[in-house]
């Protein structure tokens, strides 16, 4: 692991030298000469959109591109808002919601230097509002190391824009394992964190996709926008095999040692203490119009407690602009505990989750999506809930 970090601090060490290195081989201007300033707009076809793939991260259909002299600044982002009915039990409840309201920007310094800004404006935590800020210096597609906040490679599922998903909320497994929301001993941090990470495409097809795309990163581990809470550091690696630009075989893992945010509810790790966080995955998704297939089954340990998680999220069109998506997702917080072990704990501890629902196209990435959504939980009142959400992006 040790040479892990080693060669992670070399590549980013040489990262100024080579920038200096091109900023002195560019011819030095002696005559004082007026900027030229322009505004374009870049669009992207429905099946580039649907092959995104993670390394993209959000990567926008119509951006609004300023060309201030030779640099250039792009524009984008997305608002998600959304109406909820519930019913737990006897209980019910509706409310409108602002999601997310994401604002992005990326600095193309030169050919290789860029730098990204995300900011979610609707966050209710001022210290979630900036999701992720980074540098990333593109030696070569097969060589780029970026350093700042960002998604960290786990899970396809995880690292992909909630504009592509076919789930109006990311699959419950996903939020848990990836550090998302709803693991109480790592916190709701959106699967971002603090670190450096080495990234490339490899080995390129005639159709002009990359057979491979790998990530390999070390991070702090206590989520975005905070300090490392212990002496340990998180490394996250994924590997993608792209046999055909729309068939994506996808494998990640992390290992690290968390400092745990809260008590376990199964009395074996205290709140402050330090403790294994080991996740892994392995996943696939398929893209053959009309239909579009996502599956990952994921696994891990806090401490000595094993869980394990998967979903399957399938898209069929039915007509030109909409879409019926059907999602089964699936959580286990604990695969030792036996059915009374876990009939004594004060929360739930094992769940499945189903869908169905509709969405429609608006326009490119703009959506209208409504979804009824099933949750058996292990002890305690089913969840039925119906959302709808609209989705506006430029």
Request: glycine share 8%.
């Amino acid at each position: 692991m040790n040479y892990v970090k080693r060669l992670l601090v070399a590549l980013i060490a040489l990262v100024p030298v080579v920038a200096v290195a091109e900023e002195e081989a560019a011819p030095v201007e002696t005559e004082c000469k007026s900027l030229s300033v322009s505004v374009s707009t870049l669009n992207v076809s429905d099946s580039t959109i649907m092959a995104t793939r993670p390394q993209d991260g959000e990567k926008p259909v119509q951006p609004l591109n300023i060309h201030i002299g030779p640099s250039k600044l792009t524009l984008f982002g997305y608002a998600q808002t959304q109406f909820e009915m519930s019913k737990t039990g006897a209980e019910s409840k509706s409310s409108f919601s602002m999601t997310r309201v994401i604002l992005m920007a990326n600095a193309e310094l030169t050919r290789k230097l860029s730098f990204f800004l995300m900011i979610d404006a609707a966050s209710t935590q001022a210290a979630k509002h900036l999701h992720e800020y980074y540098a990333q210096y593109a030696f070569m597609p097969e060589l780029k190391v970026r350093v700042g906040q960002f998604k960290t490679p786990y899970t396809l599922e995880n690292i992909i824009s909630p504009t592509l998903l076919g789930t109006v909320n990311l699959n419950e497994g996903t939020r848990y394992m990836a550090g998302i929301a709803g693991d109480p001993l790592y916190g709701n941090y959106a699967g971002r964190d603090l670190g450096a990470m080495v990234t490339g495409d490899a080995i390129k097809a005639r159709d002009g996709h990359y057979y491979l795309n790998y990530s390999v990163g070390v991070f702090n581990g206590a989520g975005m926008n905070l300090r490392d809470n212990n002496k340990h550091k998180d490394v996250v690696a994924m590997l993608n095999v792209l046999p055909t630009k729309d068939i994506t075989l996808s494998g990640s893992f992390v290992i690290g040692k968390g400092n745990a945010q809260a008590d376990d509810i199964f009395g074996t790790i205290a709140q402050g203490a330090d403790y294994t966080r080991n996740r892994w995955s392995v996943g696939a998704e398929v893209n053959y119009k009309p239909l579009k297939l996502r599956t990952e089954y994921m696994g891990g340990k806090n401490g000595d407690i094993k869980n394990r998680a998967f979903y399957a999220e399938l898209w069929c069109r039915l007509f030109r602009n909409l879409d019926i998506v059907l999602d089964y997702d699936y959580l286990d917080k604990n695969t030792s505990l036996s059915k009374d072990a876990r009939e004594a704990l004060p929360a739930w501890t094992h769940t499945s989750n189903y869908l169905v629902g509709l969405q429609y196209w608006v326009y490119k990435k703009c959506r209208i999506s409504t979804q009824y959504v099933f949750s058996d939980r292990n002890i305690g009142p089913d969840t039925k809930a119906w959302i709808t959400q609209f989705q506006v992006a430029f």
